[in-house]
């Protein structure tokens, strides 16, 4: 990232010698003051737990820090063998059995099973409070304990002259919020960077439909081809597939990797959907099978819940965001804030993972691998993403959780200082997003409601949206391991939270069941996918009208519909409108053309989209209104997927050392190319 780090990185001693720095020294001192403190709090709050003088507190603490640098290598190592359960039972009563041995060994006495667990957790929250007092209020924490290991013993790679790259996906955050954040400087690691002109931003271009499996199949695998909306039937497998299922994704990924991803070189996945050919995948819904992979994620998660300011940190930044969520949400109602959604528990404990535990977790794991030098790391972080479905695009809990990955930045920023070799960092957004009220609360009805009435058939629908969901699914699955009875306990966890997707991607019906329903519906974003069910190819306009004569003239003549899109054998895909049509083939335009407001490129992306096999029978995008606002399809105030809006305004940001892109980015498959050639640049590919 410069010469001061490269200058740092030349006083490293060679090889993996430990050697202590002040920097430890200091950071033994404040965890020995931390846990003096928490020792004198629990013996002032806990009638069981006494301590009879400071010095007590001093020797009590000091042993359980000894305590944990000798044993807690020994309670990794156990959880790693157990899974999930195990690290989780390591998170929640590793400290309080080091707290029992110290107060053994200092005092002589046992204190009850309950009072020692309440008193570790005690220790804990205060330790974790002086170490975030220390650095004045900041997230160190999260790095403090990679950056220390690595002074100790430096890791040594035999091509340290080749910088590596670090992709940091920010999902769902569209280019003007980025341009907003740097001009307020709200998000200070990006204002930074890009006032003092170390990086660059751009806005790029993602294709019809602006979503995470389309996006980042294209710009991990070069290629957005087969993916038409989140979900959808595959008419060669004969069923629905959804992006987000471990299955599922594996699927797609076999589909459509050449073994030359954008990770094949000696690169790390990280909680992606897909592995971009990464030999090492970390919690990656496409490769949660990997064993060996498994195993990696499960030590260096177990390593991350074992320490105190891990654990006692990640929980109790997820209860505090249950607190503010629960209270933001109460506001927004007393607020009458609009548009907006219910806001319930599921949300709440989903935002509270995500923004509380899987941030650091995904920090923990690119550290790691910066750590060992891997050549390129590529990690997504849904934070903003997530919580903008359910409030909106500039929302203070949207951009509140972007504040939070620009904290992260600083962090790998300053990792990069120390690791084998020179890190660049590049910071990208799969796709935008666009908000405005749902269809549903416009039109009094949802799309599936909207096609049975107009078919007068029974509609098999799934509007709810699971990204989020994914990416714990991912982070649980990615910890099983066939080869023991917790790993296989945990598999079955990932397997009923995947369940619990697949729930939510059956969804409904909008007649009843003793009826054979006739249509699958799927909402992604403001894009409704419509297919015939039982049809084993795309029925074509005159097909539609011979069996539902009043559905295509119904749904295009809608106000919530701004434009319908059908196969001809004339003429290929057609967009029809309320008063219009457009040949996308022919670039004919009858009436007034449906695709006017949705953006240059529509004609091109609608062309494309509606010609893959995948496509529905029936493409279907809301309107997009004179606030630029859009109707989703899901239960979603932002989404994506469709066009309309921001959604299709995505962010690049990328060091100003790199070669610039020589033109606007349109397509993801487009934007691998550009990454591809900053790695090659950089001398990276030149095995494969």
């Not at 998000?187 to 931003?201: A, E, F, I, Q, Y």
């Not at 073994?259 to 971009?276: I, M, P, W």
């Not at 296989?488 to 991607?505: I, K, P, Q």
């Not at 409904?508 to 190819?537: D, K, M, W």
Request: hydrophobic residues 45%; glycine residues 12%.
């Amino acid at each position: 990232m410069g010469t001061p780090a490269a200058a740092r990185r030349a006083e490293q001693p060679e090889g993996g010698r430990w050697r202590l720095r002040w920097g430890d020294l200091g950071r033994a001192l404040l965890a020995l003051a931390g846990g003096t403190c928490g020792v004198l709090l629990a013996s002032w709050l806990l009638p069981g737990f006494a301590v009879a003088n400071t010095w007590q507190a001093v020797v009590v603490a000091l042993l359980l820090l000894v305590a944990g640098l000798v044993l807690r290598p020994f309670l990794v190592w156990a959880a790693v063998l157990t899974g999930w359960v195990g690290a989780v039972l390591l998170g929640f009563f590793g400290q309080a059995l080091l707290l029992w041995l110290a107060l053994a060994a200092a005092l002589g006495e046992e204190a009850g099973f309950f009072t020692t667990l309440v008193a570790s957790w005690i220790i804990a929250a205060v330790s974790t409070l002086v170490a975030w007092v220390a650095t004045a209020g900041t997230d160190d924490a999260v790095t403090s304990q990679l950056l220390g290991r690595a002074h100790r013993s430096p890791q040594r790679v035999p091509d340290p002259e080749i910088p590596g790259i670090v992709f940091i996906q920010a999902d769902g955050v569209p280019f003007p919020v980025l341009d907003w954040g740097v001009r307020a400087g709200t998000l200070p690691t990006l204002t930074r960077w890009v006032r003092g002109g170390s990086h660059k931003m751009v806005e790029w271009r993602p294709a019809l439909p602006a979503t995470t499996p389309a996006s980042q199949l294209g710009i991990l695998h070069g290629t957005i081809d087969g993916v038409p909306a989140f979900r959808w039937v595959d008419r060669e497998l004969g069923r629905t597939l959804v992006a987000n299922q471990p299955g599922d994704a594996a699927v797609i990924e076999r589909k459509h990797s050449n073994g030359r991803g954008l990770l094949a070189d000696d690169g790390v996945s990280v909680s992606n959907l897909f592995t971009g050919d990464a030999p090492t995948a970390l919690a990656t819904m496409s490769a949660v099978g990997r064993s060996q992979e498994t195993r990696q994620t499960r030590e260096m998660i177990s390593t991350f819940l074992a320490r105190p300011n891990g654990w006692a940190r990640s929980l109790s930044r997820s209860i505090s965001e249950i607190a503010r969520e629960r209270f933001q949400s109460s506001q927004a109602r007393r607020r009458d804030v609009r548009p907006r959604v219910h806001r319930g528990w599921s949300f709440t404990l989903e935002r509270a993972a995500i923004n509380g535990v899987l941030r650091d977790l995904n920090t923990t794991l690119v550290g790691e691998a910066m750590l060992q030098g891997k050549r390129s790391i590529y990690v997504d972080f849904v934070d903003y993403d997530t919580v903008a479905h359910h409030v909106g695009l500039m929302q203070p809990e949207a951009l509140s959780a972007l504040e939070g990955i620009d904290a992260v930045l600083g962090h790998l920023e300053r990792l990069s200082a120390v690791t084998p070799r020179p890190y660049h960092l590049v910071v990208l957004s799969d796709h935008g997003q666009s908000q405005g009220e749902i269809f549903e609360d416009r039109y009094g009805e949802g799309l599936a409601e909207l096609v049975a009435r107009l078919s007068d058939a029974r509609v098999h629908s799934a509007y709810d949206n699971a990204e989020g969901t994914g990416a714990l699914t991912s982070m649980v699955g990615g910890a099983g391991d066939p080869e023991t009875v917790m790993g296989r306990a945990m598999s079955r966890a990932s397997a009923r939270l995947a369940e619990h997707a697949e729930t939510l991607a059956s969804g409904t019906s909008a007649r009843p069941a003793a009826e054979e329903h006739a249509f699958e519906v799927f909402g992604s974003g403001n894009l409704g996918l419509i297919y015939v069910a039982g049809a084993g190819q795309r029925l074509r306009l005159d097909e539609l009208v011979d069996r539902f004569p009043a559905l295509v003239p119904g749904l295009a003549a809608h106000p919530g519909i701004g434009f319908v899109v059908v196969d001809t054998a004339e003429h290929g895909p057609v967009v029809l409108g309320a008063e219009g049509e457009h040949h996308l083939r022919e670039g004919v335009v009858t009436g007034i053309d449906p695709l006017r407001g949705f953006g240059p490129e529509a004609p091109e992306f609608v062309l494309r989209a509606a010609s893959m096999p995948e496509a529905p029978d029936i493409y279907v995008n809301s309107l997009v209104d004179d606030f630029g606002e859009v109707a989703a399809f899901e239960g979603l105030v932002g989404c994506h997927g469709g066009l309309g809006g921001w959604q299709d305004r995505a962010m690049l940001v990328w060091p100003a050392e790199l070669p610039p892109p020589p033109e606007m980015i349109t397509g993801a498959d487009a934007l691998h190319r550009v990454l591809v050639g900053w790695l090659e640049h950089l001398g990276h590919r030149r095995d494969l």
